[in-house]
């Protein structure tokens, strides 16, 4: 079975960084996609940023300037480093993995940035 695990979400005031992790069980090898997508409260959930296994990243155009995602060290870690956060950027972060035709999700971990 394979599990996601994020962590780093917080509450933030508006301008400041936070940093989130995900962790897949496992390990990860062939071609995969890991990623970050969100959803905010009454919106549908939009991909924030994706990184393949090649190393190859993809963002949404309204987050490329402000966030960088990344994979650790270990390649079943995957960061996502949120600057310059602004209200709108609250939502439930989620990690996602593209797997052999099958995707997965973690649990999410909610960020709030205050005004």
């Known amino acids: 079975q394979v599990l996601l695990v994020e962590s780093g979400g917080g509450l933030v005031q508006a301008g400041g960084s936070l940093r989130l992790s995900c962790v897949v069980s496992g390990s990860l090898s062939g071609v995969y996609t890991m990623g970050w997508y969100r959803q905010a409260p009454g919106k549908e959930r939009e991909m924030v940023a994706t990184?393949?296994?090649?190393?190859?990243?993809n963002y949404a155009v309204s987050m490329q300037d402000r966030f960088t995602i990344s994979r650790g060290s270990a390649k079943n870690t995957v960061h996502l480093q949120m600057n310059t956060l602004k209200p709108e950027d609250t939502a439930v972060y989620y990690c996602?993995?593209?797997?052999?035709?099958?995707?997965?999700w973690g649990q999410g971990t909610q960020v709030t940035v205050s005004s």
């Open positions: 996602t993995l593209a797997l052999s035709l099958r995707s997965y």
């Open positions: 990184i393949t296994s090649s190393g190859r990243t």
